[in-house]
C-alpha cells in the first residue's frame, strides 16, 4: 500500500479522522503581487497544459511556475516527485508530487514540511484521501524530526482548478471553496499565508 492507494473513505478509517468539508478556510486571505515574469509565463504556459490535460504537463507548465515565484518571495525550499517514504507499515509511502518545507535548505528535505500538492488530470476528489496521506506523514515526519508544527496544510490541483486543505490534531479540513489559476495572485496568497502561518 503507498499514499496512491488512498481514498477519502479509507485514510479517515484507516487513520481515525474527523473530515470537515463545509467550512470557508481561505477566502479571506489576501492576494499576493506576483511579478511580471510569472504572469508572463502563465499566459504563455495555461493554454499550452490545459491543452495537453496530463498531470506532467500542468506540472511542469503551471505548478511549478508558481512554486519558483514563492520561493522567490519566502525564505522556503520545494521539492517535486521526491520519495516520501515515513511508514511503510501504514502505508505512508511513495512518492509526492510536490513539498514544501519551511527550511531553505534545497539540497535535501529538511523538517519543517508545512505543505503537500497532489497533481492530477481527472477529478480534484480522487486525490483527496491520497492528499491527506501525505499530510499525515508530514505530521510524523516534523515529529521525528523534532520538528513539530500545529498544523500541515495540503492541495490537490489540476493546474487549472485548487482546492486546499488542512491537517490539525486529528481533524482534515477541505476547503469548500475551489480556486483557479485565472487568478494566480489569489493562489499564490493562499500558499504564502500557508508558509507564514507554520512560523507562528
Given at each position: ?54 498531470e506532467k504537463a500542468c506540472s511542469e507548465l503551471i505548478i511549478v ?136
Amino acid at each position: 500500500m503507498s499514499y496512491s492507494d488512498f481514498d477519502l473513505k479509507k485514510v479517515k478509517s484507516e487513520f481515525k479522522l474527523e473530515i470537515v468539508e463545509n467550512k470557508d478556510l481561505f477566502s479571506n486571505i489576501e492576494e499576493v503581487e506576483i511579478s511580471d515574469f510569472l504572469s508572463a509565463i502563465l499566459k504563455q504556459n495555461i493554454p499550452i497544459a490545459l491543452a495537453i490535460s496530463t498531470e506532467k504537463a500542468c506540472s511542469e507548465l503551471i505548478i511549478v511556475n508558481l512554486f519558483l515565484e514563492l520561493k522567490k518571495q519566502l525564505q522556503i525550499s520545494f521539492f517535486s516527485g521526491i520519495d516520501f517514504t515515513v511508514d511503510k507499515e501504514k502505508g505512508l509511502n511513495g512518492f509526492c508530487d510536490f513539498i514544501i518545507s519551511q527550511s531553505s535548505e534545497q539540497f535535501f528535505l529538511e523538517a519543517p514540511v508545512i505543505t503537500v500538492v497532489e497533481a492530477k488530470n481527472e477529478k480534484i476528489v480522487k486525490g483527496l484521501g491520497q492528499c491527506i496521506a501525505e499530510m499525515i506523514a508530514a505530521s510524523i515526519y516534523n515529529e521525528r524530526e523534532n520538528k513539530a508544527i500545529s498544523c500541515i496544510y495540503g492541495a490537490v490541483t489540476t493546474g487549472h482548478a485548487w482546492k486546499f486543505l488542512k491537517l490539525e490534531a486529528n481533524t482534515a479540513y477541505i476547503d469548500i471553496e475551489d480556486y483557479y489559476i485565472k487568478n494566480p495572485k489569489n493562489i499564490v496568497g493562499i500558499l504564502t499565508y500557508m508558509v507564514k502561518q507554520s512560523t507562528k
